[in-house]
């Protein structure tokens, strides 16, 4: 019996280590398919500005500009939205409307890229198109539908961030006379701030990685966006767009674009893991530090007061 | 905050209006993108759209074929990822005290989970349909499938499985139970409803993703159902990105992403609701 049970222990052991192997067979994979490709035409070719496949020219540099400054974009919608959002329902909401609105932001997450897509080339590339002017299909329409994209991501982390601190810190706010929002701008969001940091950081990793939605409202055309209502392409729409007719070197470069995406995405999740995990102390000491100086300067100041 | 423009109270109405006023954007744009997909997608949507073959690329016709070989390649998706992924999280739940490996295997599944679709999408050709030669297959987009939601099902399983309460795995060691009959004959049925919810939040999220499949399932238009695992199919939001990208036809798309988000939002709201529940009666 103790034996059998041993084994169980080994096997369950073996499948646990399932999702560290996937991404270790990724990083074996993409690498093996496009690292040697770099090598061989040399990093100024791969990071030059000139994207042409049939003239054996391989520069990225311009898609990098294109996703980062979609990104740029994305978050300037979502994270200020995404955390208001978060404060609503963490902080003023009661529990009942908490509760009503909680789905609304899953059926959010739920929908297709896409779907959002499709509502960007129907509906925001003629907006843009009308009223701003330029082609429509454009870094602004990306940034726009992406910001709406990450909202989920940005909501529910800052959410967990908000939950994690501890009831007694708003109590003590509000008993010693602050408002409502005192408590949550002077309180609870700067205790919260490292989970709201990881929110945002995992924010950037969607946006950076989002690939159907993108392909469908930014043009594609590789140039350097020189205003937010030009076309641009993305690190991910180029891989969208050729994989399916390249080969050999060409294929070998869209390989090697994944390479710089997965870099990052994993550099953006080692980050956001390790600002996560100093979240789950429940008080850093710094912070009870800062509690204890607020509570002896507002003694002092209540004294005077209360002797004669 | 000099002056007594701004009062205390006054911050706090004005930060409470800006707030709300956030939050109802937010909701407006949400209810905007339902209704509008709904709204001119739903009007299509007959019993003569759900159970015919497509014609003329998608012109005309219906999407039975493309319905069922989403099924397919999604529900072989979740199975494949569900042994993994409940291996992990009984794993993560039962046996570990925490330290190093634990936390490898759990920075590693968050790693996966933040991993672009189009990346694994990458993978899943090279490996799947070129190394392993699938070829473009409802097995290799499954397969791929699988990697993709194996985070999720580990992170739900392992919370179904907290939700468990200790006095269930103690009592049943007390009567001389081993772990493992405990964790098979106690534990792992208490905690099945919570652990089955989780598998259908991993189907919602596998049929609306795309990038992933692309690459893997193929993307021509099947004219009748597959027949072999091998066949290669086009799935549900694959046949809406043609039909979107390429203008071949405003109602057929419409009306296929009328389908692809009642369907979604319907499996992820229940099954949302159901794990709420799960989650309560252990609570």
């Known amino acids: 019996m103790r034996l059998a049970d041993k084994t169980v222990e080994r096997t369950l052991g073996l499948l646990a280590l399932s999702s560290i192997l996937v991404l270790l067979s990724i990083t074996f994979f993409i690498f093996k398919e496009g690292a040697p490709f770099v090598f061989r035409v040399g990093f100024a070719n791969f990071f030059s500005t000139e994207w042409h496949p049939t003239a054996g020219r391989y520069g990225i540099s311009y898609m990098i500009v294109g996703t980062a400054a979609v990104t740029a974009g994305a978050l300037a919608f979502g994270v200020p939205l995404g955390v208001a959002c978060a404060v609503v329902l963490g902080e003023m909401a009661g529990q009942r409307t908490r509760e009503l609105l909680k789905p609304a932001i899953e059926i959010l997450a739920g929908i297709p890229s896409v779907v959002f897509g499709f509502i960007g080339i129907s509906v925001v590339l003629p907006w843009i198109r009308l009223y701003l002017g330029g082609p429509g299909a454009s870094g602004l329409a990306g940034a726009l539908i992406l910001g709406v994209m990450i909202l989920p991501t940005i909501i529910a982390i800052s959410l967990d961030a908000l939950r994690a601190v501890p009831r007694s810190y708003r109590d003590a706010s509000l008993a010693m006379g602050a408002t409502e929002w005192q408590t949550i701008w002077r309180v609870v969001l700067p205790a919260a701030r490292s989970g709201i940091l990881a929110a945002v950081i995992l924010g950037v990793g969607r946006a950076v990685g989002e690939t159907m939605a993108v392909v469908m409202v930014t043009g594609n055309a590789v140039q350097l966006p020189l205003s937010p209502l030009e076309p641009l392409r993305t690190l991910t729409a180029n891989l969208a767009l050729e994989m399916a007719y390249a080969s050999g070197d060409h294929r070998a470069a869209l390989f090697a674009t994944g390479i710089v995406l997965f870099v990052v995405i994993v550099g953006l999740n080692t980050v956001a893991a390790l600002v996560r995990s100093r979240l789950a102390r429940p008080a850093s000491r710094a912070r009870r530090a800062r509690s204890r100086a607020i509570t002896t300067t507002e003694t002092e100041q209540i004294q005077p007061a209360v002797t004669p | ?283």
Not at chain 2, 20 to 28: I, R, V
Request: a positive charge.
């Open chain 2, 1 to 283: 905050m000099s002056g007594r423009l701004l009062t205390p109270v006054r911050a706090q109405l004005v930060a409470r209006t800006i707030l709300w006023s956030m939050m109802m954007l937010a909701l407006t744009v949400l209810a905007l993108v339902l209704w509008f997909v709904l709204r001119r997608g739903l009007q299509h949507v007959d019993w003569a759209f759900l159970s015919q073959p497509p014609t003329d690329s998608g012109r005309s016709g219906g999407i039975f074929p493309i319905l069922i070989g989403t099924l397919e390649v999604t529900l072989l998706g979740v199975a494949t990822s569900a042994p993994l992924g409940i291996g992990t999280a009984i794993y993560l739940a039962e046996y570990t005290k925490g330290g190093r490996l634990t936390r490898a295997i759990r920075f590693g599944s968050e790693c996966l989970a933040g991993v672009p679709s189009i990346i694994i999408g990458l993978f899943g050709f090279v490996l799947f349909v070129t190394t392993l030669g699938l070829g473009w297959s409802i097995l290799a987009g499954a397969l791929t499938l699988a990697l993709m939601t194996l985070p999720l099902v580990i992170r739900t399983s392992e919370e179904a499985l907290r939700a468990v309460p200790a006095a269930y795995r103690e009592v049943s060691l007390s009567l001389g139970a081993s772990k493992w009959q405990t964790i098979v004959r106690v534990v792992l049925p208490a905690a099945l409803p919570g652990i089955f919810t989780g598998l259908i939040l991993g189907l919602g999220r596998a049929i609306g993703e795309t990038a992933a499949l692309i690459f893997t399932a193929g993307s021509s238009l099947p004219h009748q159902v597959p027949r072999s695992l091998l066949d290669g199919t086009r799935t549900l939001s694959i046949h809406f990105y043609q039909l979107a990208r390429e203008g071949i036809s405003a109602d057929h798309a419409y009306a296929t992403a009328a389908v692809l988000v009642l369907a979604i939002t319907v499996i992820n709201l229940g099954s949302s609701f159901a794990m709420h529940r799960f989650m309560r009666r252990y609570g």
